[in-house]
């Protein structure tokens, strides 16, 4: 594996970063001096995040409870932390690791700075800073229902993070939503949840859909021998809603739980929506920015 790597892409405004799993775009607004230290900075900080957490992996990739462990790194504490109060359900730390280096990151970006914006993109699960006044827009996936492909997400909303989960993304799905975008306070809280209410949407048993065990596909997956979905063959529009009303129900659960702020799922030329969640056209986008999620 090589170290970790840093360069500009070619609009010269945003930073890759890249080491092993680990892909990230970052930006930041304000003034230039402020944000080329917050720069500097995260780059300083991805030295060693990959390591921390491999440190850490083998406990990291067990199921969680409802009591809490002890971990070294503070990306593994916020992971393990984000997920105890989901833990009556299976799931591991490893559900927020993406959501939870985005926070991490950020944070190392704004120690210090003053910033009027930012966000940490890892793959789609983002992180972000906005300041008093300020708004973001953000592209989602697995839409193509009808709905505008944007979200804009204003500073007094408290929406910090953004995740999106599905059988489709780079992640295993022991669901079958084509996406679940879900809106929380940090990175981490939105990717833990999206996994889970993804899971949700789900039609159990059904002849029409294509599971392996996720160990098959990656032998040191934190699912073990559960069952994944690599294939959706042809549903009714009633198993549709059944499958989406499914995952809507956790949604709504953890909305009323404080655990979200709102949720989109999306299956099949459907959708739902848990909570106020500013869909707007792309014609209509009023921040120059959009930050994929």
């Not at 953000?138 to 804009?152: K, V």
């Not at 690599?230 to 499914?246: K, M, N, Q, R």
């Not at 739980?257 to 099949?268: E, K, Q, R, S, Y």
């Amino acid at each position: 594996m090589n170290g970790p790597q840093a360069h500009w892409l070619e609009d010269g405004r945003r930073l890759h970063l890249n080491h092993g799993p680990i892909d990230l775009i970052i930006e930041a607004f304000g003034d230039a001096d402020e944000c080329r230290a917050a720069y500097g900075q995260a780059v300083a900080r991805f030295q060693t995040i990959l390591p921390e957490l491999v440190d850490e992996l083998p406990e990291l990739r067990r199921p969680a409870s409802l009591r809490p462990r002890a971990f070294a790194g503070p990306t593994a504490r916020r992971m393990e932390a984000v997920v105890v109060p989901l833990a009556k359900q299976f799931i591991t730390p490893m559900a927020a690791v993406a959501g939870s280096v985005a926070d991490e990151m950020l944070g190392a970006m704004l120690a210090g700075r003053r910033l009027d914006r930012a966000y940490v993109n890892n793959g789609g699960d983002s992180a972000i800073h906005l300041g008093s006044g300020q708004l973001m827009t953000f592209a989602i996936a697995g839409t193509g229902h009808g709905l505008a492909d944007r979200i804009t997400i204003p500073a007094e909303d408290g929406i910090r993070g953004v995740a999106t989960s599905g059988w489709r993304g780079r992640s295993f799905s022991l669901g079958i939503a084509d996406a679940v975008t879900v809106l929380a306070r940090t990175g981490a809280e939105a990717d833990a949840a999206a996994t889970l209410i993804a899971n949700a949407v789900d039609l159990s048993g059904h002849p029409a859909i294509e599971r392996v065990p996720a160990r098959a596909l990656a032998p040191d997956s934190d699912l073990g021998d559960r069952l994944v979905t690599i294939a959706v063959g042809p549903l009714s529009p009633a198993e549709i809603a059944t499958a989406l009303d499914s995952g809507l129900a956790v949604a709504d659960d953890f909305r009323r739980n404080g655990l979200i702020a709102a949720a989109a799922l999306f299956l099949v030329g459907q959708s739902r929506v848990s909570g106020s969640m500013a869909l707007v056209a792309p014609n209509k986008i009023l921040g120059k920015e959009v930050a994929h999620a």
